[in-house]
């Protein structure tokens, strides 16, 4: 049932889409006046409005109950489940231990300083 409403949410989608790419504007109905019928001629003078939102209503509607359906279908758990609920868990199994194997280095040579040790004198103020 979920996957044809999904079908259903995504064709009815696609068609809200073209209904409302093919309403006409705002400054649509300023050319009618001047005498041009525009692209709604089909229609008659008047009826192409009426219609296409009547269209877009139905289609709105219709969208919106698709959505809040799979909204509650997908809240709900599933009743069906891969996992049976009569198994037992398994026992657990203790972990082996493996040796652990710590690589031999030579120990490293003392490092000379690159600058001479030299004590610290005093600093003499001058009088």
Do not use: C, D, R, W
């Amino acid at each position: 049932m979920t996957i044809a409403l999904t079908i259903l949410h995504v064709a009815v989608s696609i068609f809200m889409i073209a209904v409302v790419l093919l309403q006409s504007g705002k400054g649509a109905e300023m050319g009618a006046s001047f005498g041009s019928s525009g692209s709604q001629s089909v229609f008659g003078a008047g009826g192409g409005t009426t219609f296409l939102s009547k269209m877009t209503t139905g289609v709105a509607i219709i969208f919106m109950l698709t959505s809040l359906t799979l909204a509650y279908l997908s809240g709900n758990p599933s009743s069906s489940s891969i996992m049976s609920g009569k198994s037992k868990p398994a026992a657990a199994v203790p972990a082996q231990k493996s040796p652990v194997s710590v690589p031999v280095t030579a120990p490293a040579a003392p490092v000379a300083p690159a600058v001479p040790a030299t004590p610290l004198q005093p600093v003499q103020q001058k009088k």
